[in-house]
């Protein structure tokens, strides 16, 4: 995938949502937030990242530091805000070189991590902005397949932290299959622990519990912007399994 293209195509997405709406408008899937917050939130990450990777930092960048990190006055200025904000990343990935190590919140990863990152944060965001405002969203099925993936990698970093329990208990699994056509290994996950960590494979597996449907409805499902009974996700087996999921890992 040219994550680029697809992160640069999602920031335009994403800004067409905004041409219009009140950004009063409540976000019920980011509580206490409205349609202004998620946009600017979405357009100061990007610029957090891009300066993160310009100057190669080993080390977080306190939020506050972001250059030009808020949207100026008026709609069209801020949307050219946003777009420039993405388009600061890429640039800075490609002078920084993609294989460089920057700091993340995983541990230093090489540049172009950032730009796949705020790809599926700013797609799982433009889901916040359509719920709010009633209208559909999809993504290309195999950019919903690969927030799945990119999802269960972190989730496989950082879950039981500070002794949080795991998503999974031994001995139970989960399984994930999208149905859309063409996505091959790409569109199924079986999650397991594994020596005390969850880890995961593109393979076929039943699972103690499995959900079957759509990449962008199970990506919706699993980032708790939807539940599984307002979509065509099928559930099936253990029912708990699936419940302990939802609850230990974040939005």
């Not at 408008?25 to 610029?47: I, M, N, S």
């Not at 977080?60 to 200025?77: M, N, T, W, Y």
């Not at 919903?144 to 500070?162: C, N, P, S, W, Y």
């Not at 409805?217 to 599984?228: A, G, Y």
Request: with cysteine.
């Amino acid at each position: 995938m040219d994550y680029a293209a697809a992160f640069l195509a999602e920031n335009r997405a994403f800004s067409e949502l905004f041409h219009d709406a009140d950004g009063a408008t409540p976000v019920p899937t980011c509580p206490g937030w409205g349609l202004e917050q998620v946009f600017r939130h979405v357009g100061r990450g990007d610029r957090w990242a891009a300066q993160i990777v310009r100057d190669r930092l080993d080390e977080p960048l306190d939020f506050r530091s972001v250059e030009a990190g808020k949207p100026p006055p008026g709609r069209a200025d801020a949307i050219s805000w946003l777009h420039g904000g993405a388009q600061r990343l890429v640039d800075a990935v490609e002078l920084s070189g993609v294989e460089t190590p920057v700091w993340t919140f995983l541990g230093n990863r090489p540049a172009n991590w950032w730009i796949r990152r705020r790809l599926h944060e700013t797609a799982v965001h433009r889901a916040d902005a359509a719920l709010a405002l009633g209208t559909d969203f999809a993504l290309a099925p195999d950019v919903a397949a690969d927030a799945i993936t990119e999802f269960l990698e972190r989730i496989a970093v950082q879950a039981g932290d500070k002794g949080a329990a795991l998503p999974l208990d031994d001995g139970t699994t989960l399984h994930l299959h999208a149905t859309d056509p063409d996505l091959g290994e790409a569109g199924e996950w079986t999650v397991a622990v594994d020596q005390g960590r969850i880890a995961f494979a593109h393979e076929h597996g039943k699972g103690s519990v499995a959900l079957r449907g759509g990449a962008t409805e199970l990506l919706l499902v699993l980032s708790r912007r939807t539940t599984v009974d307002d979509t065509g996700v099928e559930v099936f087996g253990d029912d708990a399994v699936w419940r302990n999921w939802l609850e230990r890992t974040p939005l």
